[in-house]
Structures are given as structure tokens and as C-alpha cells.
């Protein structure tokens, strides 16, 4: 199934096999090489009661009830363990730069798509420089139990990885991007009721790709490593929901 411009799908965050994050986003693009959407400004956030691996058994954004600030797009290639996410600021929009949210290869459901923060960000400034993001936590993270050493090993060495790309400047998203803009028309999506309850194709797919090359076209890359088991977290971005 592919989405339309402008459609309201959930994107669902996959623990253990159970929806611990539902979040409502407007698809930009849905082609067979990218996944683009956006998330206004109090999209809604929704989140199911489980045993969760976190201190307060909660879901780290539990309590806020949608996206906060400017939106944000997303943009992710299908089998990428990363997601780039482009905040701007302020009622004129300007550009604060990339993001790049480590979080596992989306998979489509009857609602939108589901997918699993990796914990790990790096945070790129409009100049290009950029910095990992919340590597402690990461290891915090596995203290916890929601990641073993070895996954934790494997989400560094993607970081890394990217680190690298980053460094060479021959990343593959567009550079337009910044330019663009939402569709005035579009209203602040709503969840639908029983979003959780939708089958997950996440319990399948709990090996991911982490780290096919990054720059290359999608006929020469290859697989160097994986992760077994895929956890997400906390947004904890430039900007917080
Ligand atoms: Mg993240």
C-alpha cells in the first residue's frame, strides 16, 4: 500500500513487539525510494499502557500530548535504520538544520508505519557541522534493558558510519528540502481510535539493516551488520514535542 500526499497516517513506535508510541503525521511523499512526512505543529501523540523498560514505566514523552513547535518533516529511505528529520523555527520558518534520527527501517500497517527509535541522534547545524547526541543515554538505555551491549555497539557503529557521510558533505537527501514548505490546507491530523490495536509487522521484523552504505545507489549497497533488537526512546531533539 502506498500513501498519498497529504494523507494522515499513524506512525506507530514498536516495543517488544507492542505500539508504545502513536504518532499522527501528514505523508509528503511515498515513492519507492522515500518516505517523506511532516508533522505539524500539536500533532497528537498517543501512548498505550504497558510494563515498560523505563524508570516510571512510562513512555519518556508520556505527558505531552503532541508535537510542540514548528513541525518537522521526516524523510526515510525504505531498509534505512535512520531517519532525517528538518526543524525550523518561528513563524517565519527558519531553517535549524538536520537531524538524523536513528530509528529502525519503517514497515507499512493498515494505519501508516511503524518503526523504533535507536536512542542515538546526530544533530547537524545549517553550517554542516554536526554532533552524536545522547550517547550516555544510549548506554543508559541498555542499564535499563531495552538494549544489550552488543545492540548498543552495533547503534554506535551506525552513528559513526553516518558520522562519516556527514563528514564527506555526499549525503543523499536533497538539499531543497529546506525550501519546503507544508501544504497551507492541511489540518493537524487525529488519531484514530484503536490505532494500537492494529497488527504490527514489527513482531517479524526484529533484525534490521543498520547500516547499508550510505551514499551509494540502492543497487551497490551492502549489509556489514545488524541489530537484533531495536528499541525506541525519547525524541529528545532540538525540539522537544
Ligand atoms: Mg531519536
Redesign the pocket.
Given at each position: 500500500m502506498r500513501w498519498t500526499t497529504g494523507d494522515a497516517v499513524v506512525r506507530r513506535e514498536i516495543l517488544g513487539g507492542t505500539p508504545w508510541l502513536g504518532w499522527m503525521v501528514n505523508v509528503v511523499e511515498d515513492s519507492p525510494d522515500l518516505l517523506a512526512t511532516y508533522s505539524p505543529s500539536g500533532s497528537p501523540f498517543s501512548f498505550p499502557p504497558g510494563d515498560w523498560p523505563t524508570q516510571d514505566g512510562r513512555h519518556p514523552w508520556h505527558g505531552y500530548g503532541g508535537w510542540r513547535g514548528t513541525g518537522t518533516l521526516m524523510l526515510q529511505r525504505p531498509a534505512d535504520c535512520y531517519a532525517v528529520w528538518l526543524f525550523w523555527d518561528g513563524p517565519d520558518r527558519e531553517f535549524r538544520g538536520w537531524y538524523i534520527?536513528?530509528?529502525s527501517p519503517f514497515t507499512r500497517t493498515e494505519i501508516g508505519f511503524d518503526t523504533l527509535?535507536?536512542?542515538l541522534?546526530i544533530v547537524v547545524a545549517p553550517d554542516r557541522s554536526w554532533e552524536m547526541k545522547d550517547v550516555d543515554l544510549l548506554w543508559r538505555r541498555r542499564d535499563e534493558g531495552r538494549f544489550t551491549t552488543s545492540e548498543v555497539q552495533a547503534i554506535l557503529d551506525l552513528g559513526d558510519q553516518i558520522g562519516r557521510m556527514l563528514d564527506s558533505g555526499n549525503w543523499w537527501w536533497d538539499d531543497s528540502w529546506v525550501e519546503w514548505q507544508p501544504d497551507p490546507n492541511w489540518t493537524v491530523p487525529v488519531i484514530p481510535d484503536g490505532w494500537e490495536r492494529v497488527e504490527t509487522p514489527m513482531l517479524t521484523t526484529r533484525v534490521a539493516n543498520a547500516s547499508r552504505s550510505l551514499t551509494r545507489p540502492a543497487s551497490q549497497r551492502t549489509t556489514s551488520h545488524r541489530l537484533r533488537h531495536l528499541a525506541p526512546?525519547r525524541?529528545?531533539g532540538a525540539q522537544r514535542p
Open positions: 534520527n536513528l530509528e527509535d535507536l536512542e541522534d526512546d525524541h529528545s
